[in-house]
């Protein structure tokens, strides 16, 4: 099982809070950690997973997190951390 901590960092402040574990354990899945204090500072969830309050399953890679990394092999993802230039989200290997 492979682990992945989903990261938003606030554009103001550069403070950084996990919002979310992407893990892949022969499928995708991804939970919201704790979203008091990043939903009362700007965060919204992601439009393709709404609800904070259930885990999402994929066969494949969530769309929302693919756009953000810039390889869907997950050794290469477990050796860099991604996150697109023109946002707020990081996806870093929990090691």
């Known amino acids: 099982m492979d682990i992945f901590n ?3 960092k606030k554009y103001d402040d550069d403070k950084k809070y996990v919002v979310g574990h992407l893990i ?3 499928n995708w899945f991804f939970k919201y950690n704790n979203l008091r204090e990043p ?4 965060f919204r969830p992601f439009v ?3 609800n904070p309050h259930i885990t999402y399953f994929s066969k494949t890679l969530f769309k929302t997190f ?4 810039a390889h869907k092999n997950r050794e290469y993802m477990k050796k860099t951390d991604s996150q697109l230039i023109t946002d707020h989200i990081l ?5």
Request: proline share 5%; glycine share 4%; no cysteine.
């Open 39 to 42: 939903l009362n500072k700007g």
């Open 6 to 8: 989903v990261v938003w």
């Open 66 to 69: 693919s756009s953000r990394l």
């Open 91 to 95: 996806v870093l290997y929990k090691k």
């Open 24 to 26: 892949y354990d022969k």
């Open 48 to 50: 393709e997973m709404p």
